[in-house]
């Protein structure tokens, strides 16, 4: 049996060089699939570099914690900026699911209007849409789309998020990540997944260059190491012996 992996590399727009080490993956590397964040500074040069990349999918990482929202958003917006509040304003009860709905349409809306086309699917900047009040506002409306979803079973438990018929990867791994970043890990996990007979699986990743603006995120080098494992031939020779084909959400 042939399975499906998807490599996500997530922050798609957040600078140039996260732009470019995210297509310099793609192309050279096992990188499949990238989300873009519709308010960050860069998601206009990182449009136009994905056109020269047209196997790579392009879904919406919908941001409620990074910049400015694009809609008013009161119930959590601050002097008109996004933080990482919003999980203490949830846990308050104080966050509107009407300014979740508006804001999240029209990040939506973006993405038609820059990528001229749908996002492959719908994931979130440090995975906010598994937060339950904004779960139930993402998973409606990627359904009312027709667009898969990241789940985290693992955080979905955790968050007593009751799931029905959404479309996603059979499991999803996030720790890639920081001192993880190697070709033995990565490996592991595909390794894990087999022998839990699962058809498909989604590696989060965050590859880039490093550049002025990258320099101000708490992760930032650490991307330069994701770049040169992701990049590996050997990596790719792995994963293809291993019984795993390389797609996008596209392919679930």
Not at 64 to 89: I, Q, Y
Not at 230 to 238: D, E, G, N, V, W
């Amino acid at each position: 049996m042939q399975r499906l992996l998807i490599v996500n590399a997530d922050d798609f727009g957040l600078s140039k060089g996260v732009n470019y080490g995210i297509i310099e993956a793609a192309r050279h590397g096992v990188v499949t699939s990238t989300t873009a964040m519709m308010n960050a500074p860069a998601i206009e040069h990182g449009a136009e570099l994905s056109t020269s990349v047209p196997q790579l999918g392009v879904g919406l990482h919908f941001v409620l914690s990074f910049g400015c929202p694009l809609t008013n958003m009161p119930s959590l917006a601050r002097d008109g900026k996004f933080g990482k509040w919003v999980w203490e304003v949830a846990e308050q009860g104080a966050l509107s699911t009407e300014d979740v709905e508006c804001e999240l349409a029209c990040q939506y809306q973006r993405f038609l209007d820059v990528f001229g086309r749908a996002p492959t699917h719908i994931d979130s900047h440090h995975h906010v849409h598994l937060i339950p009040q904004v779960y139930a506002v993402v998973a409606k409306f990627a359904h009312d789309k027709g667009l898969p979803v990241r789940i985290d079973r693992e955080v979905v438990e955790q968050n007593q998020i009751a799931l029905t018929d959404e479309r996603s990867s059979d499991s999803f791994a996030s720790n890639f990540y920081a001192e993880n970043v190697q070709e033995a890990f990565f490996l592991d996990i595909l390794d894990n997944a087999v022998t839990r007979d699962e058809r498909s699986i989604e590696i989060m990743c965050h590859p880039g260059l490093v550049d002025k603006p990258l320099q101000q995120s708490q992760y930032c080098y650490p991307r330069l190491d994701e770049l040169d494992v992701l990049t590996a031939p050997s990596l790719k020779a792995a994963v293809k012996a291993r019984g795993f084909r390389l797609g996008n959400f596209s392919d679930l």
